[in-house]
Every structure is written in structure tokens, then in C-alpha cells.
């Protein structure tokens, strides 16, 4: 048996935290409607989505804020088959979190890049942090 290597890139990956509750307090949205939402807006925006989806939950804790909330990490990276430049590669991931996080009714949800994170505010969220 044989085997090679494929191309050695510089790595580089995303992540987006993404609650399952619309506005922070309807009933959760189970994982077959993310997943079929990540399918749904890959291929309305013609974006190859390639990563994993794993279960986890939100955590606020400290003086006077206290909030749990089910989530999922949806993670990804540059994959060396499909080399892609990084600026891209975030502009485009920026892209489909948004709207995913659309589709899903999020207010908010937050991304971070190998070099970099960011909040992602929708036309859902009450009241705003980013002017």
C-alpha cells in the first residue's frame, strides 16, 4: 500500500459560534434545521462549505449576568485541495455566517479567524452593540 502527501499550506481556519434560539429566547432549533440551512445558503450564495458542526453551549457568567444557551461551533478551514487566498477565504465565510445567521433568525453571533475575531450583528438584533 501506497500513499503521498498533498500540498503543505500555511494553516489557517474559522470558526462561528451560532445559538440556537431565535432572538435569545424561542424554543431551540434542533441540528438537522441548521444543517439544512448551511446546505440551503451555500448553495443560494454558491459557497462551498467544508468543516464540522459540533455541539456545544454559551456560557455568561459573572456579577449580574448569568445566561446559558445551546449552540453549535461551526468550524472550517483553508483545505489544500481548494487553496484559497485568506482574504478571500474570509470574506467569503464572513458571508455565509451572515446569512446563516439570516436564515436562522440570530441577533448576533461571532466569528474568529486564526489572526482575528469579529461580531456579526443581523437585522434581528434588538439592541445593537456595533453602531
Known amino acids: 500500500m501506497s ?11 474559522a470558526s462561528a459560534l451560532v445559538g440556537l434560539k431565535a432572538g435569545y429566547q424561542s424554543e431551540n432549533i434542533n441540528i ?6 448551511i446546505k440551503h ?12 458542526i459540533t455541539p456545544t453551549k454559551i456560557l455568561v457568567a459573572g456579577k449580574d449576568k448569568n445566561y446559558e444557551e445551546d449552540a ?14 485568506e482574504n478571500k477565504f474570509k470574506e ?7 446569512e446563516l445567521a439570516i436564515e436562522l433568525k ?4 461571532s466569528i474568529n479567524f486564526s489572526d482575528e475575531s469579529l461580531m456579526l450583528e443581523t ?8 453602531k
Request: glycine share 4%; charged share 25%; hydrophobic share 40%.
Open 32 to 37: 438537522n434545521t441548521i444543517e439544512e440551512a
Open 106 to 109: 440570530q441577533e448576533r453571533t
Open 41 to 52: 445558503v451555500s448553495e443560494r450564495i454558491d459557497y462551498i462549505f467544508s468543516g464540522t
Open 3 to 13: 500513499y503521498k502527501t498533498g500540498l503543505n499550506i500555511e494553516f489557517f481556519e
Open 123 to 130: 437585522e434581528f438584533c434588538k439592541n445593537p452593540d456595533l
Open 72 to 85: 453549535v461551533l461551526i468550524w472550517t478551514s483553508i483545505y489544500p485541495r481548494f487553496s484559497v487566498v
Open 92 to 98: 467569503s465565510f464572513i458571508k455565509f455566517i451572515g
